[in-house]
């Protein structure tokens, strides 16, 4: 099976974005990838936001990239756009560095007005950095998205069935087999 990058742009230590992909990580297990989280929060600003690209966690980041087969890109959307830390992130990536790669881009947001910010704002970086393949993304209402006092995720049942189609046919484009519906 493939490897994945799931990447979360959200700069919020309690991030439900963070939280709706860790879930849809375990998904994408289930299917049996081999998944690597990365926070981007949890670079050094400094080496973001100086542009270090010799920095060694920039240096490890971009090492990440390099060895997967797909890449999950997860953010919250902030005025129409994605998140500031995301494209720091981005910015100090090669050109190419998507290059031949299948992405899933999945955007979280308090309003349906933000919707398009995936087509219009994330999906074309994600062109101009070479990916192979973007398959269709998502944008999950936070009102969707409720934690609980233990910190787990529970997703409205109408977004978690998009969801839960969406990540399937991510793993598909990656070569990946189907689910059976009661793994789901």
């Known amino acids: 099976m493939a490897t994945v990058l799931s990447v979360s742009g959200s700069p919020s230590a309690t991030s439900r974005t963070a939280r709706l992909l860790r879930h849809l990580d375990a998904r994408l297990e ?31 980041a971009t090492a990440l ?21 995301l494209k720091s992130l981005l ?18 947001g308090g309003t349906t007005a933000h919707v398009l910010a995936i ?11 070479g990916a192979g393949h973007i398959v269709q993304g998502w944008f999950t209402l936070d009102k969707d998205l ?9 997703i409205a049942p109408g977004s978690a069935e998009a969801l839960a189609q969406v990540v399937d046919r991510f793993s598909l484009a990656l070569g990946g087999t189907p689910l059976l519906a009661a793994a789901g």
Not at 91 to 108: H, I, N, S
Not at 121 to 129: E, Q
Not at 146 to 154: F, H, N
């Open 30 to 60: 289930r299917h049996g990838h081999e998944v690597i989280p990365l926070d981007v929060r949890t670079l050094p600003a400094t080496a973001l936001l100086g542009a270090d690209f010799a920095h060694p966690a920039i240096v490890r």
């Open 65 to 85: 990239f390099a060895r997967v087969d797909g890449v999950v890109i997860g953010t919250p959307i902030y005025k129409a756009a994605y998140s500031g830390l």
């Open 91 to 108: 910015d100090l990536l090669p050109q190419y560095a998507l290059e031949g790669k299948t992405v899933l881009p999945l955007a979280t």
């Open 119 to 129: 087509d219009y704002a994330l999906r074309p970086v994600l062109n101009s950095m």
């Open 146 to 154: 409720q934690t609980g006092p233990d910190g787990a995720l529970t």
